[in-house]
């Protein structure tokens, strides 16, 4: 009887990016050139399992804190999402206290203040883009803002945010809820603005 002689094992490429040699495998499975690139590899493996269990990790601290998270804290999201969206919003416009287009900071500038109105604070007509100085060293600004949301909006729907309002007691599921659409919408006129 005539053993088989085995198959001549046909070259491969080392699958180490940086060298990417051709070599002639001793075993199957083997993808590496040399000691040199079998360590490479090994390295590349654990930094990718270091860095899986380490966004698992991150994940689950995500997921630790939003629990420990207050209805107040979820206020604060929900309010920093809006602010983000009027200034997407408005951004091709000028603030709407003084009329300039400036390189500063702005702000979503509330008409009644969050204090004094907050049933008002999530209201797309009474929040506009706003310069700092004009938020900050101006206390609003207020009577060029009136004048200026006037001619935006119209006579009646200021006189309606003037008006008196039913308060609001938001349950931390529809500030959840108000925080994800908000972000949305802004995401989307982002898009619209970079295309």
């Known amino acids: 009887m005539i053993a088989k002689q085995p198959k001549p094992r ?52 995500k997921v630790r804190k939003e629990k420990l998270k207050s209805r107040a804290d979820h206020l604060k ?33 509330h008409y009644r203040t969050v204090g004094a109105n907050p049933e008002l604070r999530f209201e797309p007509l009474n929040a506009w883009k706003q310069c700092a100085p004009c938020n900050n060293h101006l206390s609003g600004n207020l009577i060029n803002y009136r004048i200026s949301l006037l001619q935006r909006i119209g006579e009646e729907k200021v006189a309606w945010l003037e008006g008196p309002h039913e308060a ?15 972000r949305a919408k802004t995401r989307e006129l982002k898009k619209g603005q970079a295309a």
């Not at 309010?79 to 979503?108: K, M, T």
Request: charged residues 30%.
């Open 77 to 109: 999201d929900t309010q920093h999402a809006f602010n983000a969206w009027v200034r997407a919003r408005d951004a091709a416009l000028p603030c709407i206290s003084c009329g300039r287009h400036h390189e500063g900071q702005y702000h979503a500038g």
């Open 168 to 182: 609001k007691k938001y349950t931390v599921e529809e500030l959840k809820a108000m925080t994800a659409e908000y």
């Open 10 to 61: 046909r070259p491969k490429k080392c699958s180490v990016s940086s060298c990417k040699a051709s070599f002639i495998p001793r075993e199957s499975f083997q993808t590496w050139c040399s000691p040199d690139c079998a360590v490479a590899i090994a390295r590349d493996r654990q930094q990718r399992k270091r860095k899986a269990l380490a966004q698992v990790e991150r994940r689950e601290i």
